[in-house]
């Protein structure tokens, strides 16, 4: 069992910049492929990015795609995710999640099962 703890979020005005952190505990960080998702008010969960085990992979959702970047740092069984350029529709709730074994297709959402708290990211414009 992995547990998932972000942070970083926070209020930020139209174009600027956020980094938000996911430490992992529980079971062998770099085994395993990362990911982030996000939640607005009334909105469904939306899949951010993902990040392969060791970090030579990434993917991303086209609405944040040039703008967020995804990096893990596995000695310190840390993920994070950059975000710039920031709009108001980004904000949300970011949760970070662990994907469900080591083979986990980092670019869905199915291939995600354990999940974070959460951390709220507010945009004013």
């Known amino acids: 069992q992995v547990q998932l703890v972000e942070s970083g979020g926070g209020l930020v005005q139209a174009g600027g910049s956020l980094r938000l952190s996911c430490a992992a505990s529980?079971?062998?960080?770099?085994?395993?492929?990362m990911g982030w998702f996000r939640q607005a008010p009334g909105k469904e969960r939306e899949f951010v990015g993902g990040?392969?085990?060791?970090?030579?992979?990434?993917v991303y959702a086209d609405s944040v795609k040039g703008r967020f970047t995804i990096s893990r740092d596995n000695a310190k069984n840390t993920m994070y995710l950059q975000m710039n350029s920031l709009k108001p529709e980004d904000a949300a709730v970011y949760y970070c999640?662990?994907?469900?074994?080591?083979?986990?297709?980092?670019?869905?959402?199915?291939?995600?099962?354990?999940w974070g708290q959460g951390t709220q990211v507010t945009v004013s414009s």
């Open positions: 990040i392969s085990w060791s970090g030579g992979n990434t």
């Open positions: 999640a662990a994907g469900r074994g080591p083979y986990s297709d980092y670019a869905r959402s199915a291939g995600f099962g354990s």
């Open positions: 529980g079971r062998t960080f770099s085994s395993y492929p």
